[in-house]
């Protein structure tokens, strides 16, 4: 279990955004900072809609995702998503101990309203990519056929079928990386998914319109605040969009957030539910394509 936790750290730290751990950090700051020096207007003027439907008239969408199947999702952040009556999504790396380990525990917050989403089966990432030593032979997506991950990623939603009991599921790239053998495998897989998260971006969608539901940009918080983080919401309020977080470590494990900033942040979507519709990935990118269907065609 020790080295599965120091393969998690050394993997998250160098590919956040995609495979460059320092110009990923600088990209979240700069998503931060923009974010908390933007002006203070964050309510649609009187008498128009936001530019894209919410549900309920709300400004924006916040997803809250999580990767990987910890410990610490399950100890603290799955109570403090249930007291504030907010539904998470969990991606589970099948592989990991956690969960066979707490299988039970994965089908109860599957139960109250949980997003179990499929993370792979292993974890696979290129090791060919700079500061990816730690990833395993056997698990180097360099040497995985795109049939191979087909194959395993499809086997991922059958497991996952059999702790939940749904169908509809969404996808988390593990590392970011989309080339199997030098060959992108979202093709062949993408069609199994009502949404696809891929690395990159400050998590903040720029227009819901032109978005594509199985390209969704993520934002991995690391050691922010809450400020930071509520920060980050206000700017998707301000564009009428979405964000979507994807932790890993809430308050343990690693690249962790601590208990007291989640608390900050579920505390401040709880207190603006009229603004902001805080719900499943899953749920949120069936809402935008649905929406996205109705859109004129041009003529």
Known sequence: MAGILQAGRARWR?????????????????????????GPSLATAPGTAPAFPWPQGARAAVSLAYDDALDSQLDHAIPALDRHGFRGSFYLTLSNPSVARRMEDWRAAARRGHELGNHSLFHQCARSKPGRDWVEPQRDLDTTSVEQMRDQVLLANTMLAAIDGRR?????????????????????????FVGIKVAGGSGVID???T?????????????????????????????????????????????SVSRQ??????????????????????NIM??????QARKPAAP
């Not at 160098?14 to 933007?38: I, K, Q, W, Y």
């Not at 069936?286 to 929406?291: A, E, N, P, S």
């Open 14 to 38: 160098a590919l956040l955004t995609g495979g460059t751990g320092e110009r990923g950090r600088r990209r979240l700051a700069l998503a931060l900072a923009l974010a908390l020096h933007a």
């Open 168 to 192: 509809e599921r969404t996808y988390t790239l593990p590392c970011g990386d989309t080339h199997a053998g030098g060959r992108d495998y979202l093709p062949a897989v993408r069609d199994a």
């Open 207 to 209: 227009a819901m319109e």
């Open 211 to 255: 978005l594509d539901p199985r390209a969704v940009p993520v934002a991995a918080p690391n050691g922010s605040s809450g400020a930071e983080l509520i920060a980050i919401v206000k700017q998707a309020m301000r564009r009428g969009t979405m964000v979507n977080f994807t932790f890993h470590g809430i308050g343990g494990d690693y690249l």
């Open 261 to 282: 900033a989640h608390e900050e942040l579920l505390r401040f979507l709880a207190e603006n539910r009229g603004l902001v519709w805080t719900d499943s990935f899953v």
């Open 286 to 291: 069936k809402h935008v394509r649905q929406q």
